[in-house]
C-alpha cells in the first residue's frame, strides 16, 4: 500500500526530475534538418572529469605525424576501442583556453567560452544547440551523471556541463531510480505503474490550483508565475505522452532490477543511468545524450570497475601507465563500447542506427587539472551519417579552438555556420577560422 506523505515527498523530487525534462520545448516537431537518406541523426556526448591526456589516446607509430589508424595499435588506456577504429577519430592539437579548465571548465567545456568553478553558463552548450538542430522528437536532450554513490543519492540533479542559454542551466539526472520512474513508470506495471499514474494525478492537481495563483502579482513577477506553471503543464503533458507511447517504450525499457534498487557499488548507478540514456535514444525519445562522468566537476568513484582511488587526486597523476587511469578509461571505453553495439542492434535505413550516430569523448577539463587548455583531446566514434571521414588520427597544430570542432558537428547535421559560440569574444584572437574543420568531413 502507498504512504500518503511518502508519495507526496516522492512526487515533490519526481516533478523536480520531470521539470528538467521538460525545461526545453519538447513539443517542437518540424525543423530544416530532419533526416540524412538513411535515417535521422543523433549524437552522444561523454566527458570524463579530471582530464584526458594525449599519451594515452596517440597510438605510438602515429605520435609525430598523425595518419591513418588502419593497422596501428590503439594505447591500453583505449584498447576496447580496438574492433572499432575504422570508425573513429582521435583529435589532438585543438585548444579551449579561453574556457578557463582549471579544476573544471564547466559550463565552459561545451560552450566553448569562459567558465570555471562558480561561474554562470554564457550561453547554450554545443550538446543543447545540437538537440535543436537534430531531428525533433519528444525529449530532444537528455543528461545523466554519474558520480559518487552518496553524492548521487543526496543530489539527484546537478547543473554543470549544459546549459540552454546565459544563465539558464540545464540539470543533468544522477539518481537512475528516479529517471526510470519517471520515464517508463506509464510503461511499467505493479508498483512502478501504480506510483507513476499516483504522482502523475498529485501534478495534474498541483498544476490546476497553481493556475488559478499569481493574478495580483506586478507584470514582472506574474510573467516569472506564468512560466512556473507553464512548466507543470510541460511536465503534465509529457507524462501523458509517455503513457500514450507505452507500447514502443517497452520494447526498448531496461530491466528494473537491484541495480537500481539496491545497488553494491555506484557503478551499478552509473550503468543504470547508461541504460536509461541509450534506451532513450532506442525508442526516439531523444537525439542527443549527455555523459558526465564525474559529473562534471572533480570528484567521484569507480569502486565497482576496481578503481580504489577517486576523487581530486585524480586530476594530479600523469595518466599513461597508471592503473587508476587505466581502469577508469576503459570502463569509459565499454560503456562506449556497449553504446555502438545496442544502437547497432536497431535496424534504421539500410543500415543501424549507429550508422547516423555520432559519439563524441573528452573530458570537461581538457587535458590535466590545473591546466592552461592549451590541448583538448577528442575521440569520435561514427560518421553521423556517412558526413564524418573516420579512421585517423588528425594532430592539429593546436591553433583551432574547441569551437571549431563544435561548428563542425553543427555542419555534419546541416547547420552551417561561420562560428560557433564566439558572440563577445573576437574568433581570430583565438585562431578561430570560419566554417568547420575540413579535415574531418566527407
Known amino acids: 500500500m502507498l504512504n500518503r506523505r511518502e508519495l507526496i515527498r516522492k512526487s515533490t523530487i519526481a516533478a523536480g526530475v520531470s521539470s528538467v525534462l521538460g525545461s526545453q520545448n519538447l513539443f517542437a516537431k518540424n525543423n530544416t534538418n530532419q533526416t540524412s537518406d538513411s535515417g535521422p541523426k543523433r549524437i552522444v556526448f561523454f566527458l570524463q572529469n579530471n582530464g584526458f591526456q594525449p599519451d594515452t589516446c596517440i597510438p605510438e607509430q602515429l605520435r609525430n605525424n598523425g595518419g591513418s589508424l588502419s593497422g596501428v595499435k590503439l594505447p591500453e588506456d583505449i584498447n576496447p576501442l580496438e574492433p572499432y577504429k575504422d570508425r573513429m577519430n582521435i583529435i589532438t592539437g585543438i585548444h579551449g583556453r579561453h574556457a578557463t579548465p582549471t579544476h573544471s571548465a564547466y559550463f565552459g567545456a561545451l560552450g566553448g567560452y569562459p567558465g570555471g568553478s562558480n561561474r554562470p553558463p554564457r550561453g547554450e552548450t554545443i550538446d543543447y544547440t545540437m538537440s535543436k538542430v537534430l531531428p525533433q522528437v519528444d525529449m530532444p536532450h537528455m543528461r545523466v551523471g554519474m558520480g559518487a554513490l552518496a553524492d548521487m543519492v543526496a543530489q539527484p540533479t546537478v547543473a554543470n556541463l549544459s546549459a540552454s542559454g546565459a544563465g539558464k542551466p540545464l540539470f543533468m539526472h544522477c539518481n537512475p531510480v528516479l529517471l526510470y520512474e519517471t520515464i517508463f ?51 503534465n503533458n509529457l507524462r501523458d505522452k509517455l503513457v500514450r507511447n507505452a507500447a514502443s517504450l517497452k520494447k526498448f525499457m531496461p530491466e528494473y532490477t537491484d541495480k537500481y534498487t539496491a545497488p553494491e557499488y555506484e557503478t551499478d548507478w552509473h550503468e543504470g543511468l547508461l541504460d536509461i540514456g541509450i534506451a532513450t ?162
Open 281 to 442: 535514444l532506442k525508442a526516439g525519445l531523444s537525439n542527443t545524450l549527455t555523459i558526465a562522468s564525474g559529473r562534471g566537476d572533480i570528484y567521484g568513484t569507480w569502486l565497482g570497475a576496481g578503481v580504489k582511488k577517486g576523487g581530486h587526486f585524480l586530476g594530479h597523476m600523469k595518466q599513461a601507465g597508471n592503473s587508476t587511469w587505466l581502469g577508469i578509461r576503459q570502463y569509459n571505453c565499454q560503456m562506449m563500447v556497449k553504446i555502438i553495439q545496442e544502437l547497432e542492434s536497431v535496424p534504421e535505413g539500410n543500415g543501424t542506427m549507429m550508422d547516423n550516430t555520432l559519439i563524441v569523448y573528452t573530458s570537461n577539463n581538457a587535458d590535466k587539472q590545473h591546466t592552461r587548455g592549451n590541448e583538448w583531446p577528442f575521440i569520435l566514434l561514427g560518421n553521423f551519417g556517412s558526413k564524418l571521414k573516420t579512421g585517423f588520427y588528425h594532430k592539429f597544430d593546436g591553433k583551432r579552438p574547441i569551437n571549431d570542432l563544435y561548428n563542425t558537428f553543427l555542419y555534419a547535421a546541416g547547420e552551417e555556420r561561420d562560428h560557433y559560440n564566439f558572440h563577445t569574444l573576437p574568433p581570430a584572437e583565438y585562431g578561430s577560422v570560419p566554417g568547420p574543420i575540413k579535415d574531418l568531413l566527407v
Open 185 to 235: 513508470g506509464g510503461a511499467s506495471a505493479g508498483v512502478l505503474k501504480k506510483r507513476y499514474e499516483a504522482k502523475s494525478r498529485i501534478l495534474k492537481n498541483v498544476e490546476k490550483i497553481a493556475s488559478l495563483g499569481g493574478t495580483k502579482l506586478p507584470a514582472t513577477e506574474a510573467a516569472k508565475y506564468k512560466r512556473y506553471v507553464n512548466g507543470f503543464d510541460d511536465v
